[in-house]
């Protein structure tokens, strides 16, 4: 089972809509189920996927293979791509992550239009959670 927070969703779904008809490629990160609110029903250790690098629209190695090289690969253990044109499916030039997460048209949440994936294409089991990391700060 993969686990993505509702807020990531809401979030990856609105890139899509705003690039589209052009593709957009990014990773994203997970936060144990224990550090986050409302992840009560989960084990502690479960990873859940809860934020996102924002993609750099100029970076011409992006465009091209969808990849965030200034992003180090520890950092995100998953991969979202939209699929403006295309079927709710990983393509080869998708298939950088251990999980990799599709989006298309029209950019909703719902079981044909988002979808979680490995990194050979075969569809996960996908919940979306209503779970988020506590408040943070920054050190003044």
Same mark, same amino acid.
Do not use: C
């Given at each position: 089972?993969?686990? /993505? ?19 957009? $490629?990014?990773?994203?990160? /997970? ?7 409302? $992840? ?35 950092? $995100? ?22 999980? /990799? ?13 988002? $979808? ?12 979306? /959670? ?11």
């Amino acid at each position: 089972m993969v686990y /993505i927070t509702r807020a990531l969703v809401d979030v990856l779904l609105d890139l899509a809509s705003d690039a589209d008809p052009d593709r957009v $490629a990014t990773g994203v990160s /997970i936060t144990p189920a224990g550090e986050l609110e409302g $992840a009560s029903g989960l084990a502690p250790e479960t990873p859940v996927f809860t934020d996102f690098f924002l993609p750099d629209p100029g970076n011409a190695v992006n465009a091209v293979f969808g990849v965030d090289l200034s992003t180090p690969a520890r950092q $995100a253990q998953g991969h979202f791509v939209s699929h403006p044109v295309r079927e709710l499916e990983v393509t080869k030039r998708d298939d950088l992550a251990e999980v /990799i997460f599709v989006a298309v048209p029209p950019w909703e949440l719902d079981d044909r239009t988002f $979808a979680a994936f490995d990194r050979r294409g075969e569809r996960r089991p996908l919940e979306v /959670i209503d779970a988020r990391p506590p408040d943070q700060s920054l050190p003044s």
